[in-house]
């Protein structure tokens, strides 16, 4: 249940759902694509949409959040090479943003970065993406940040 009252459903990413994953990404305001690709991004590629929702559970993993059978929430991570650490990121729709749901996909990854050997989440925002930097911050998660050209980048470690 979210802070706005609606009911989501958490679930790994599908194969199946790249459908729905295109519609959400559509739905997306160009603000909110902004700060999750850090620049204009309004489609997603065929090969994008086969990547985002093609995972191992393993080296990247993608939790969707959906509302009516309809994708309002991305959370995902993927190791980066020869690592032990991971990229993490999410997007929500416009509607859902400050519900409470970046910090439940925050939380359902850790625990599932932790069981195959991930130690730290990176992840880069706008400097300017206040409630994105919150959600970091405020995760308990034992964090540095850094920064440059208005990004900045947090390390979590897990």
Known sequence: MLRDGTAVEIRPIEPRDQTKLARFHEALSSET???RFLGIHPHLTTAELEHFA???HRDREALIALADNEIVGV???ERLPESRDAEVAFAVTDTRQRAG???IFLELLAIKAREV???HFVAETMVTNRPMIGVFMHSGLPTTTSSSSGIL??????
């Open 101 to 103: 749901l970046a910090p």
């Open 153 to 158: 980048t947090l390390l979590m470690s897990l």
């Open 33 to 35: 694509i902004r700060k």
């Open 54 to 56: 093609t995972v191992d």
């Open 75 to 77: 959370g995902r991570y």
């Open 117 to 119: 050997g991930i130690d």
